[in-house]
């Protein structure tokens, strides 16, 4: 196997492209979960409240692969478990939801319960200060060369890990008032982490998968997940960071929206059209995206990799705002290596994406 | 009010998820003397399978759905009392759950709704089962069907290994086995060797349905 080598670093990189010049090589981000344990040999369990370990496979991981930013992530759930949720962890696997805080009753007659809910202290509840410390040791190591980015779920989603998945679902059009409160008692939860995340010297980076079209129609999107997102969003920006929003599933009909709440780069989900996106936002956002995590990265050969990444390179290549080649949502933890290692050598065989002609020219 | 007048209105209050127009028009079925088996069949579930079909075609989504079926069992609640013993006999007995390594149940949840409106007797097992307990489960229930659902595809194996522990323990006849979520495809269910496959709530009980009256494959729906 050739060793392909980097002629830039992801940051100078990132820069470059941002710029227009340039660059060696378009970036690319497979997004590596739990899949950094597999890197340093130890259990997706051993991460529980260990900081340093959860920094030290993911500087192996980046080190190992040299994509283009590092997410500091182990499940979704790191914020709900602050504010109260049990949280499951098999010896192995990303962890669950057990109990959400908040156990409402079939009739929601105890929706008083939400008024009991408060905001997470990042620096003391639950595995925060953990995840804080982890990302900490990640920039001193790595983040003169590479992005670091600090997972945080979203309002909507994190309120489903405060009440159940479905009691949230439902109560979106039984007691609307109920949802506020939880998405908003979220945002605060959303809001002091971030500040933490930013004083630890990484960028948040927004993961919603509860706000997906899959799930609740885009006009209770707009209604309950977008206002908090925006506020979120743009507390952000004040801060002076971009920000990533991945939603999983189907998202076509949320776009404009996701525009709207202020992100600056969509993460695309293979279950959406990526070409569809470049056409409708791509003039306004970067995006991200969307090769299949278990389909392809993790089930298919070195050979499907390859194509995939072709495939996805001709299709958005040539975006305005930019493109970063990534999987549609996290790896599975036990995705091969050399896939990933596949993912990064086709888009280094690939090159600069400027000196594209058009996207028929495009091999690997 | 005329009775097919009267269980179009409640199949569309149960369409509207208008809880209390649906208890209203229950109460005054039973007054008008309509049977309380019809009522459910043709009025509830007819409403709710439309709520179906509505969710298949992008109109509604989880959040709809769900408020629908509450609305149906606000009039279950209501007749049920009323029903004649031998209309309680149901269809089969379905055990259903999502395989060990996933929590996303959402899904399975509307396809227990389903097939609880489409008069089967349903256990719901829950989430992240193990193969052995779908088995163990159905056993103990006297289940004619055993429903596994999985949204992601490392979990997959794990139906095949319920359909491999019940032919190992040589009663894999007693059982029809049926499989859905995103990733689950008709000729996945065929490898696996399952006897049926849906892809929405709407179908699992159509494809329950004929199985149980004992059409061979159901993988086609
Ligand atoms: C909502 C959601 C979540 C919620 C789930 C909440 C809950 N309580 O269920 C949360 C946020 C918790 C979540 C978590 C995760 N998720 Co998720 N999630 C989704 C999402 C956006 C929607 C799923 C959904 O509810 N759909 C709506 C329901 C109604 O549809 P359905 O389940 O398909 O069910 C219908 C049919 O399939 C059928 N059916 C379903 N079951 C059955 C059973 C039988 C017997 C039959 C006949 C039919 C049938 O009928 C149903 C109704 O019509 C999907 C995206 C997608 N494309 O689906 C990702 C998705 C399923 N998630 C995914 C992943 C990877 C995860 C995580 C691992 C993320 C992470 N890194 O932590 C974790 C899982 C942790 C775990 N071990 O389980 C991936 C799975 C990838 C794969 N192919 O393996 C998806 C596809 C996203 C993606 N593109 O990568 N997720």
Not at chain 1, 106 to 120: G, Q, T, V
Not at chain 1, 144 to 167: D, I, K, Q, R, Y
Not at chain 1, 271 to 294: F, Q, T
Not at chain 2, 48 to 72: H, I, K, N, T
């Amino acid at each position: 196997m050739t060793e392909w080598k980097d002629e830039m670093t992801a940051i100078e990189r990132m820069t470059a492209y941002a710029k227009g010049e340039d660059i060696d090589r378009l970036p690319c981000v497979p997004i590596v979960g739990n899949t950094a344990a597999r890197v340093i040999g130890v259990k997706v369990s051993d991460f529980r409240g260990n900081g340093e370990l959860i920094a030290k496979a993911h500087i192996a991981a980046y080190k190992l692969f040299h994509y283009d930013n590092i997410r500091v992530f182990t499940d979704l759930y790191t914020q709900a478990e602050a504010m109260g949720s049990e949280v499951i962890y098999p010896e192995d696997e990303t962890a669950y939801l057990g109990q959400p805080v908040i156990k409402l009753d079939p009739r929601l007659s105890n929706l008083d319960e939400i008024d009991k809910l408060r905001p997470a202290d990042p620096y003391k509840d639950g595995n925060l200060p953990e995840h804080l410390k982890a990302m900490r040791i990640v920039v001193d190591a790595v983040g003169e060369e590479v992005p670091v980015g600090g997972a945080v779920t979203g309002p909507f989603t994190n309120s489903s890990f405060l009440v159940g998945a479905e009691n949230l679902v439902r109560l979106t059009l039984k007691n609307p008032e109920a949802v506020h409160k939880l998405c908003q008692v979220s945002l605060e939860s959303n809001l002091r982490y971030v500040d933490a995340v930013i004083d630890a010297g990484v960028t948040p980076s927004l993961t919603d998968a509860m706000s997906s079209s899959t799930v609740i129609s885009p006009r209770l999107f707009r209604k309950f997940s977008l206002p908090y997102l925006k506020k979120l969003i743009d507390h952000i920006h004040d801060k002076g960071k971009k920000v990533t929003l991945h939603i999983c599933g189907k998202t076509d009909g949320i776009w404009e929206d996701m525009v709207k709440a202020g992100a600056d780069c969509l993460s695309i989900d293979n279950d959406a059209d990526i070409l569809k996106a470049k056409e409708l936002v791509g003039d306004r956002v970067m995006l991200m995206g969307n090769v299949r995590p278990s389909e392809t990265m993790l089930e298919g050969t070195v050979e499907d990799v390859r194509k995939a990444t072709v495939e996805v390179v001709r299709k958005v290549y040539d975006s305005p705002k930019g493109f970063i080649v990534a999987s549609g949502c996290s790896l599975p933890t036990e995705t091969p290596f050399e896939n990933i290692h596949e993912m990064l050598n086709t888009v280094r065989r690939i090159g600069n994406p400027f000196a594209i002609k058009d996207a028929t020219s495009i091999v690997a | 009010m005329e009775k097919e007048e009267l269980l179009r209105q409640i199949a569309d209050a149960v369409v509207e998820m208008e809880e209390d127009t649906v208890e209203e028009l229950a109460q005054q079925s039973l007054t008008a003397g309509i049977d309380a088996y019809e009522t459910i069949d043709l009025g509830l579930a007819k409403g709710m399978e439309r709520a179906g079909q509505l969710f298949d075609e992008e109109e509604y989504f989880v959040p709809e759905l769900l408020m629908c079926s509450d609305a149906m069992n606000v009039g279950i609640d209501v007749l049920k009392p009323h029903l004649k013993s031998e209309n309680v006999s149901k269809k089969g007995k379905v055990v259903i759950g999502v395989v060990e390594g996933d929590t996303h149940d959402i899904g399975k949840n509307l396809v227990r709704l389903m097939m609880e409106t489409g008069g089967f007797e349903v256990l719901d097992l829950g989430r992240d089962i193990p193969p052995a307990e779908f088995v163990s489960k159905a056993e103990e229930y006297g289940a004619d069907i055993i429903g596994i659902a999985t949204l992601m595809t490392t979990t997959m194996p794990g139906m095949k290994e319920v359909v491999d522990i019940l032919a190992n323990k040589g009663i894999r006849d007693k059982y029809k086995v049926i499989v859905g979520g995103g990733p689950i495809s008709p000729a996945f269910a065929k490898k696996i060797g399952a006897d049926g496959y849906a892809r929405n709530a709407a179908d699992a009980v159509k494809v329950a349905e004929k199985l149980l009256g004992n059409t061979d494959l159901a993988l086609g729906a």
